[in-house]
């Protein structure tokens, strides 16, 4: 059966404007003004927001990173994304936790995914260990299964990229168009300051965010991107960027002419500051890396949103670990505890809460950097992350007006926190469809298992 969604404000990353939009079986078949189609579902959303399915390019479903295992699989972390008015995720996988080749995770992560998922997915390939096998294996894999970005960590201990490799897997990707997503921060640094902190006692909460200084992710983010520029332009990607130390590298590589490297930040670091840390229970909860930081840096990243230029998608690092139990390792060490914390369900409404009722960025701006830019990024556009004809019918039906507040009762991943609770919200998601199926409505789960299918995803934007 045929529908219509008549009478909603359709908002693009370029512009909002009012029509109808007729979904034939998956795909999104026509848009326009008073359609008509015989025997077609009619779903009256006047006075309500269209915005294409999100997309988060930044999530760890079922991690295991030794320590502990993530509590939301899947299946769950998917319902928890979809009814969050996320329709895609783009995960990234663990690492061995021996030397294997690179495609023995891949086989792992199908494994997880496949059967379980309930919204569409791909993977980001990790990068650890490696040798001139595992370089040509990483093109073989993405040229076979269209996984065209692959993680590298510059920390982590043994399982990080030293320069070294990073120039030789940048080299490649320059050759091969793949993203090369990195997380940014200067291992040494880390380490000797976790040991120190640890040496004088200093292991609550709050010393987390000294163990892991701003600095360290600039120095990084500066590194990276001069090794992706001196092999060949080669399309780096900063993940989840937290503070205006490492945002004025990025912006010192853009003024310098470099274009072909993306950078994302993540919900957390636009709405929540080192205060977190303040209580050392309470804290735990918000033990990640990089850690919260001040309010300074989340004045400058809304900015840099607000510009248009520096920052390209704004992604969750999703990565949840139940406070009562598993972040409790932490609760005489932090340097014992997991790092990360959930966020794939809220961060459109808190995006659009505290970004477009608050005037910080607008509608458009809401929808490039949640929906259409982590697509084109990462090689799914426009079949996800857009309202027009021959996507796929992935859509979100939003009452801007409606007011309400997040509470982890209301939630529906497999954790027993959100790090957003008793957030007052404006907008509230009424719908949600994906490939054109109903599966939310006003906050109940209506799809099934399984339903999400894996995209073998094409060409990055950045190249």
Not at 109 to 133: E, K, P, S, T, W
Not at 270 to 299: F, V
Request: proline share 3%; aromatic share 6%; hydrophobic share 40%.
């Amino acid at each position: 059966m045929k529908k219509i969604i008549k009478g909603a404000s359709i908002v693009t990353e370029s512009e909002v404007f009012k029509a109808d939009v007729l979904i034939a079986g998956e795909t999104i078949e026509e848009i326009g003004t008073d359609i008509e189609c015989e025997d077609a579902e009619i779903i009256d959303a006047e006075g309500k927001l269209l915005l294409p399915g999100a997309v988060d390019v930044h999530t760890h479903m079922d991690l295991d990173v030794g320590i502990a295992r993530a509590c939301d699989d899947f299946y769950t972390g998917t319902v928890a994304a979809a009814c969050g008015g996320t329709t895609t995720i783009v995960d990234h996988m663990a690492f061995a936790a021996e030397d294997v080749s690179l495609m023995h995770q891949v086989d792992v992560y199908h494994g997880l995914a496949d059967g379980n998922a309930v919204i569409d997915y791909g993977f980001h390939g990790v990068l650890q260990l490696m040798n001139d096998a595992k370089l040509k294996e990483m093109v073989d894999i993405s040229r076979r299964e269209g996984i065209t970005s692959w993680k590298a960590y510059m920390t982590y201990g043994g399982n990080m990229i030293n320069d070294e490799w990073l120039f030789k897997i940048m080299k490649v990707a320059s050759e091969e168009g793949l993203v090369i997503p990195a997380h940014c921060e200067n291992d040494a640094l880390v380490e000797v300051t976790k040991a120190e902190l640890g040496a004088a006692g200093k292991v609550q909460a709050k010393y987390h965010p000294q163990a892991r200084p701003a600095l360290a992710e600039a120095e990084a983010v500066s590194r990276l991107l001069y090794i992706a520029k001196e092999a060949g332009e080669a399309p780096a990607y900063v993940v989840h960027l937290s503070s205006e130390a490492g945002l004025k590298e990025v912006m010192k590589s853009r003024e310098a002419g470099q274009q072909h490297f993306g950078v994302e930040t993540c919900t957390q670091y636009l709405t929540l500051t080192d205060a977190a840390y303040e209580d050392d229970q309470e804290g735990l909860k918000a033990i990640m890396s990089p850690p919260l930081r001040k309010q300074t840096d989340i004045d400058a990243l809304w900015k840099a949103l607000s510009d248009n230029c520096i920052i390209d998608t704004v992604a969750t690092d999703h990565c949840p670990f139940t406070f009562k139990e598993q972040k409790q390792a932490g609760k005489d060490d932090f340097r014992k505890c997991p790092n990360g914390a959930p966020g794939v369900e809220e961060r459109l409404p808190v995006m659009y809460s505290e970004g477009v009722a608050k005037n910080r960025i607008s509608l458009p701006q809401l929808v490039k950097y949640c929906c259409t830019e982590p697509a084109k990024v990462f090689g799914i556009y426009p079949k996800k992350g857009a309202i027009m004809p021959g996507a796929d019918a992935d859509i979100v039906i939003m009452d801007p007006d409606a007011k309400h507040v997040l509470t982890i009762d209301d939630m529906h991943g497999a954790n027993d926190y959100t790090c957003y609770e008793g957030f007052n919200l404006t907008g509230r998601i009424e719908k949600v469809f994906s490939r054109g199926e109903l599966i939310v409505e006003d906050n109940r789960f209506l799809g099934s298992k399984g339903s999400g299918r894996y995209l073998k995803r094409g060409t990055t934007s950045l190249v």
